[in-house]
């Protein structure tokens, strides 16, 4: 059984590699065609990771889509900073989400590069001061209509993190949209933190009902409450 997660594990690094690679050559022609060419990109990348988690037994399920509303701006907060939930919420969720991803994946060679394809922002570090960030965010929620935070407090594991910041929720409030928490469970049984070796398992991806951000305060206690805390 060891040998087996090993393998697969194997297949899996390697498989997602040279996806990366050939996504990552096709991102510099596309950049031509500038917003179709992020759509592109998009597209190719979640096809390249649903091959990825069919060959590699992860089974995604997605409930709660009639929550999705049908226009307007909105902006997503997942619980679920990791990269096979990443993987996930591209692979198999209904939209096309623009990520706030960590600067630091920016800087590798090949991932970096398909981040920016498919129009991830890179986050500001902890003591850094940007003021691109804002006018990054305010771009990209512009070209998409969207916009999907990780929020910064989380926990490692599933659906656990102690308190809720405001700062997405006053994006969202200045941004005058919709917020839509997602829920993302099973990815630490699949991968657990700090391990390069997974098994086959099911990840959930849950999505719940529209939150008006017009006041931040009820906002915040809805959130609190969709995520248990």
């Known amino acids: 059984m060891i040998i087996l997660r090993f393998l697969s594990s194997l297949f899996f690094w390697l498989y997602l590699q040279v996806g990366f690679v050939v996504v990552a050559l096709l991102s510099y022609p ?4 500038r917003d179709k060419g992020r759509s592109f990109c998009y597209l190719t990348v979640r096809l390249v990771l649903r091959f990825l988690f069919l060959f590699s037994f992860f ?3 997605v409930k709660g889509g009639d929550n999705l509303p049908a226009g307007g701006r909105t902006v997503f ?35 970096g590069r398909v981040f920016k394809a498919i129009g991830c922002i890179p ?13 990054k965010v305010l771009n990209a929620f ?27 929720l006053q994006i969202a409030k200045t941004l005058e949209s919709t917020i839509i928490p997602i829920m993302v ?16 398992g099911r990840i959930e991806i849950i999505v719940g009902n529209p939150i008006a951000a017009t006041d931040v305060g009820p906002a ?3 959130l609190e409450e969709f995520y248990g805390i």
């Open 220 to 222: 915040a206690k809805k």
């Open 59 to 61: 089974r995604v399920t």
């Open 185 to 200: 469970k099973g990815t630490d049984k699949i991968m657990p933190p700090g391990s390069a070796i997974f098994a086959p």
């Open 30 to 33: 596309a950049r031509i065609l």
């Open 123 to 135: 986050s500001v570090a902890a003591g850094e001061h940007s003021f691109a960030f804002p006018v």
């Open 142 to 168: 512009r070209r998409a209509g969207n916009i999907l935070f990780y929020t910064a407090n989380l926990r490692r594991q599933d659906s656990q993190f102690t308190s809720f910041p405001a700062a997405e």
């Open 77 to 111: 907060i997942a619980n679920k900073p990791d990269l096979i939930s990443t993987f996930a919420l591209i692979a198999f969720f209904p939209r096309h989400l623009s990520f706030i991803a960590e600067a630091r994946l920016f800087r590798l060679p090949i991932i």
